[in-house]
């Protein structure tokens, strides 16, 4: 008989494809622009610039530098808690640094979804280290499950 | 020579790959649990249901028939207008059908994410019809964004 040689089909070779294709996908391929706005913002202000954007989640910064993150659940809860929204700023209910979930640019977009399911947030900033800092960032970008949600649609339709 | 016959590799099959292995995942294969709440509920029941179910979108009931969708979005705008939250029932604030946008269990998830991206929203009710009934459903699940994430997080990690 003839040596068998060449291709030989062992199993379900899509699931490979599939795995590749979706890791060759980079933060910086598919990122939004982000919102931002500064700490000393009022929460009042930051709930109507919300609503101008139509996002879920504000990154707050202090001068330029990444500094905290503020969901609507965050709003909810602080309204919810009688709160001064004209005369507090979004620098005090906000999430604070170290405790933010973060991406890079050449972060794959699969380490990006990763994050968002075990952490269980909606949002992440897409952030560059300032003068080679290892705890100061700037924001340039933000990744979201719409983000995540509009690459599946493009999979599937084969786009 | 000899005639050319069997596989020829003319193009890129991963993306047929991709695009075939998504469309073949049905809304009752990943649906998560419905949180649901009748009509005459308060708002400020429903917020605090809202938070204890750590949910971004309730569905709304009247007699067990879908009737209507609330959002943080929704309960964002209704807080800062002013509303009673304790006697104002979340029917009279909810988005109500037919603006409501659902799917069925044996619907593609390529079909649940197409229409969450089309239609700018975070979440759809998973519904059977009741009787034959074109309008009347029942609320047997839930697809959002994150069951989206969580399927593309198992596709790129080859699950």
Redesign the interface.
């Given at each position: 008989a003839r040596p068998r040689v060449g291709?030989f089909f062992i199993g379900k070779?899509?699931?490979?494809?599939?795995?590749?294709?979706?890791?060759s996908i980079l933060v910086e391929d598919i990122k939004s622009i982000p919102v931002i706005l500064e700490e000393s913002t009022s929460i009042y202000d930051a709930?109507v610039f919300?609503?101008l954007e139509?996002v879920?989640s504000i990154y707050i910064t202090n001068n330029g530098i990444l500094s905290g993150v503020i969901s609507?659940?965050d709003?909810?809860?602080t309204?919810?808690g009688g709160t001064d929204l004209y005369k507090v700023p979004i620098g005090v209910i906000m999430t604070r640094m170290p405790n933010i979930i973060y991406v890079k640019p050449k972060d794959s977009v699969?380490t990006a979804?990763?994050k968002?399911?075990e952490h269980?947030i909606?949002s992440l900033p897409v952030v560059e280290g300032i003068d080679n800092s290892n705890k100061d960032y700037r924001v340039v970008g933000r990744i979201?499950?719409?983000n995540?949600?509009?690459?599946?649609?493009e999979?599937?339709?084969?786009i």
């Open positions: 291709y070779p899509s699931l490979n494809y599939i795995s590749d294709e979706i890791k709930i919300m609503f139509d879920g609507r659940k709003i909810i809860r309204v919810m699969l979804a990763m968002l399911i269980e909606d979201t499950k719409t995540i949600t509009r690459i599946f649609v999979l599937g339709n084969n």
